[in-house]
């Protein structure tokens, strides 16, 4: 399976979002999203505070808490992309302590919304030429 589902909710309107994730998302989603972001599937669960055997074996669908979490990775993921040009630079970007985020790699912050509404923020900043 590949992250196209993903890709495909990321331009799904907000109101009708949350219920496509309410549903879950297909349980191959998460592996192949951790291949995408270039992660084994245990430090992508584990920064999303997510249990990796537990979704190791999740066979059909994921939770509606499991595929929000999810989707919140591959939200940041896709704007870190947009705001750094490529999927390589974004990559090796959430993996690398930011000054701006108090030397905290951007993976590390996505285990709650808060913390990748701090790290969206900071891409914002960047897309703006602020200094950080």
């Known amino acids: ?3 196209a589902v993903l890709d495909r909710l ?7 979002l949350v219920g496509r994730l309410n549903a ?18 245990k430090a992508l669960a584990g920064a999303l505070g997510l249990s990796e055997r537990t979704l ?6 994921l939770t509606a808490d499991e595929a929000e979490r999810s989707f919140r990775a591959f939200r940041v993921f896709k704007r ?6 490529d999927e390589d630079g974004a990559r090796a970007w959430i993996n690398t302590p930011q000054r701006a985020l108090g030397e905290r790699k951007p993976l590390d912050l996505l285990v709650r919304d808060v ?3 701090e790290v969206l923020n900071v891409l914002a900043a960047i897309d703006d030429g602020g200094y950080l």
């Open 56 to 61: 190791r074996n999740r066979k059909r669908r």
């Open 10 to 16: 990321y331009r799904v309107p907000g109101s009708l």
């Open 80 to 85: 870190a992309a947009a705001v750094l040009g």
């Open 24 to 41: 879950g998302l297909p349980a191959a989603i998460f592996p192949a999203l951790a291949e995408r972001l270039d992660l084994t599937t």
């Open 1 to 3: 399976m590949t992250t």
């Open 115 to 117: 913390g990748a509404e």
